[in-house]
């Protein structure tokens, strides 16, 4: 099967940076779009970027302009570069990937099971 793995959370202050890792690992034939998601407390899961193979990006208007979605296709690994952080980007953070392993037919969605940042002076 396969996992996704995210890494990189923790306590940062306001202003601070962060850099969030996700391996993903298994019996991997291609990935497509990879994205991150993130859920605050009371809140539902959103959408935070989004990259495809091809290294297309778009982002949720709160991150924009500081944060930064990469990904290494070479070690199925997405990354976010998160700049500039606000006590409101407090959340847990997923990474989503669409994954095409051996043995399927077609691409499925896979989750992983987060990684707290929480931003506070």
């Known amino acids: 099967q396969v996992q996704l793995v995210e890494s990189g959370g923790g306590l940062v202050q306001p202003g601070g940076s962060l850099r969030l890792s996700c391996a993903a690992s298994g019996s991997i034939v291609n990935i497509n779009t990879m994205n991150w998601y993130r859920q605050a407390p009371g809140k539902e899961r959103e959408l935070v970027a989004l990259i495809t193979r091809g290294g297309s990006t778009n982002y949720a208007d709160s991150g924009k302009g500081r944060f930064t979605i990469s990904r290494d296709n070479a070690k199925n690994t997405l990354y976010l570069q998160m700049n500039s952080l606000k006590p409101e980007d407090t959340a847990v953070y997923y990474c989503?990937?669409?994954?095409?392993?051996?043995?399927?037919?077609?691409?499925?969605?896979?989750w992983g099971k987060g990684t707290l940042v929480t931003v506070s002076s």
């Open positions: 989503n990937a669409e994954i095409w392993i051996f043995g399927h037919l077609t691409y499925r969605d896979y």
